[in-house]
């Protein structure tokens, strides 16, 4: 029906369509939430993407559309919030350029979380790589090496990922 109105010039039944689709079905991608956005004015489109925000079909897309609508404050607080490490690398480059100090801290709180939760030696070794990541913030290299050695006096029992923090250049 999208691409018929769309097609027909149907702008007002377009627009109910879409709304439809982006607030009822999963969004596995911005495609249609982007359609709408250029058949809403600017108003409206805020209006719209606050609602969107907090709607279950973008749960998934959620960080991927404040990125794309630049709200990189939400953006790095959705991240804290809910995310990863990996899901923070992402958008590591835009966050880091907007905000490095917090985005610093924010990657730090996600790599704290994430070696709490680590169970395994590929666990240990993905958060070490994850660590080295963090020596490219500015101020991240003597904050990486504090959370190594933090972590092996906190975790002192995990030799596997002693091992690994090692491995991955730390001194430890």
Not at 15 to 33: A, I, K, P, R, S
Not at 113 to 125: C, E, G, P, T, V
Not at 141 to 148: F, G, R, S, V
Request: with cysteine; net charge negative; hydrophobic share 40%.
């Amino acid at each position: 029906l999208i691409d018929l109105y769309e097609k027909t010039g149907q702008k007002d039944e377009l627009g109910e369509e879409l709304l439809f689709y982006v607030f009822n079905c999963h969004q596995d991608d911005m495609e249609y939430v982007m359609r709408l956005k250029k058949l809403l004015t600017e108003d409206e489109w805020t209006a719209v993407r606050s609602a969107l925000l907090l709607s279950d079909s973008m749960r998934w897309k959620k960080c991927e559309l404040l990125s794309a609508e630049k709200m990189y404050e939400d953006l790095l607080d959705e991240l804290v919030k809910e995310g990863t490490a990996s899901s923070f690398v992402t958008y590591e480059k835009e966050l880091k350029e907007q905000f490095p100090d917090e985005a610093r801290a924010a990657f730090a709180f996600l790599l704290d979380k994430m070696m709490r939760n680590a169970a395994s030696r590929n666990s240990y070794a993905e958060t070490a790589r994850y660590l080295c990541r963090l020596k490219t913030h500015k101020g991240g290299k003597e904050l990486a090496e504090n959370m190594a050695k933090r972590w092996a006096r906190e975790y002192s029992r995990r030799s596997a990922m002693k091992e690994e923090l090692r491995d991955a250049g730390f001194d430890i």
